[in-house]
């Protein structure tokens, strides 16, 4: 069992910046996957990046590459996703995500995951 708790979602302007975390609780968290997905109203949940669980791989949906970068501490269980260059249509309740014994990619293209975080609010005014 993990639990996820993210954290640092806000308002801010187009063309700003805003850093998730997520802290994970429970056994293993390096044996999980983690990525962040989202969800603006009216909107199915979407992916957002993943990363393997050592970190040393990434995969990120094509409307975030160069902007978003996913990143994780072992040594902390956190995983966070720091967010340059925010436009309007990244507003959206952002979700952290673990998946055990799986690659970024796959978590990427599959949109599966084990444990879902409660979400943060995620504002960018025009």
Same mark, same amino acid.
């Not at 990244?90 to 978590?107: I, L, P």
């Not at 979400?119 to 005014?125: A, D, K, L, Y």
């Given at each position: ?13 187009? @063309? ?6 997520? %802290? ?8 999980? %996957? ?21 970190? @040393? ?20 269980? #956190? ?11 990244? #507003? %959206?309740?952002?979700?952290? %995500? ?21 979400? #943060? ?6």
């Amino acid at each position: 069992q993990v639990q996820l708790v993210e954290s640092g979602g806000g308002l801010v302007q187009a @063309g700003g910046s805003l850093r998730l975390s997520c %802290a994970a609780s429970g056994r293993n968290f390096n044996s999980y %996957a983690m990525g962040w997905f989202r969800q603006a109203p009216g909107k199915e949940r979407e992916f957002v990046a993943a990363i393997t669980w050592s970190g @040393g791989s990434t995969y990120d949906e094509v409307s975030v590459k160069g902007r978003f970068t996913i990143s994780r501490d072992n040594a902390k269980n #956190t995983v966070s996703l720091q967010m340059n260059s925010l436009k309007p249509e990244d #507003t %959206a309740v952002y979700y952290c %995500a673990a998946r055990q014994f799986t690659t970024s990619q796959e978590m990427g293209v599959t949109r599966r995951a084990d444990y879902w975080g409660q979400g #943060t609010q995620v504002t960018v005014s025009s």
